[in-house]
T-cell receptor, first 114, second 113 residues
Framework: GAVVSQHPSWVICKSGTSVKIECRSLDFQATTMFWYRQFPKQSLMLMATSNEGSKATYEQGVEKDKFLINHASLTLSTLTVTSAHPEDSSFYIC??????????FGSGTRLTVV | SQKIEQNSEALNIQEGKTATLTCNYTNYSPAYLQWYRQDPGRGPVFLLL???NEKEKRKERLKVTFDTTLKQSLFHITASQPADSATYLC????????????WGLGTSLAVNP
């Protein structure tokens, strides 16, 4: 089945530094990937839609200069949290559309900014 | 505004019983409704998808119903097992090119041995 690999699974960084999260589709090509953020006891919130070879589409209220998304190939999308602050601490999850209807999710990245 | 509601309280049932989870939505006409399982600290895992013109879908011990008149989906796990304990999320999927998923908060299920 379609597998999405997400790394790292957790990261702790200092305030002001940048963190890159990778999302790879292992056995299929993902022209579109989605990046979500999830706070404790909250639902998944879509941050942006990443399309291979073009600029990402950000949801309202998401700062594109802070959350840089690069989808340079059909199997890799990256999310970089720039100048991270404690309020950016969250669970970040990527997903890709695998087939006509299904969505496959990465295992998530727990980001803690101290 | 568009809203998705799932049982906010955790559901505790005894092993072997049938778990029934509810997903209600308002101001939305989804083409598809999906159910996912999410374990703590993990990404969601796709379980079932049901289309607007389908009343019921089954997969092993799982059954999903979709009532577009009531704007409700029910998710059943029969012969529940402790390993079924997780949070279950429903998500609405609009048709068209912009196929974003809109998520409910999820219902936590605990199956007691």
């Amino acid at each position: 089945g379609a597998v999405v690999s997400q790394h790292p699974s957790w990261v702790i960084c200092k305030s002001g530094t940048s963190v890159k999260i990778e999302c790879r589709s292992l056995d299929f090509q993902a022209t579109t990937m989605f990046w979500y953020r999830q706070f404790p006891k909250q639902s998944l919130m879509l941050m942006a839609t990443s399309n291979e070879g073009s600029k990402a589409t950000y949801e309202q209220g998401v700062e594109k200069d802070k959350f840089l998304i690069n989808h340079a190939s059909l199997t890799l999308s990256t999310l970089t949290v720039t100048s991270a602050h404690p309020e950016d601490s969250s669970f970040y999850i990527c997903s890709a559309r695998a087939g006509v209807y299904g969505y496959t999710f990465g295992s998530g990245t727990r980001l803690t900014v101290v | 505004s568009q809203k998705i509601e799932q049982n906010s309280e955790a559901l505790n049932i005894q092993e072997g019983k049938t778990a029934t989870l509810t997903c209600n939505y308002t101001n939305y006409s989804p083409a598809y409704l999906q159910w996912y399982r999410q374990d703590p600290g993990r990404g969601p895992v796709f379980l079932l998808l049901i289309r607007e013109n389908e009343k019921e879908k089954r997969k092993e011990r799982l059954k999903v119903t979709f009532d577009t008149t009531l704007k409700q989906s029910l998710f059943h796990i029969t012969a529940s097992q402790p390993a079924d304990s997780a949070t279950y999320l429903c998500a609405l999927d609009a048709a068209g090119n912009n196929r974003k998923l809109i998520w409910g908060l999820g219902t936590s299920l605990a199956v007691n041995p």
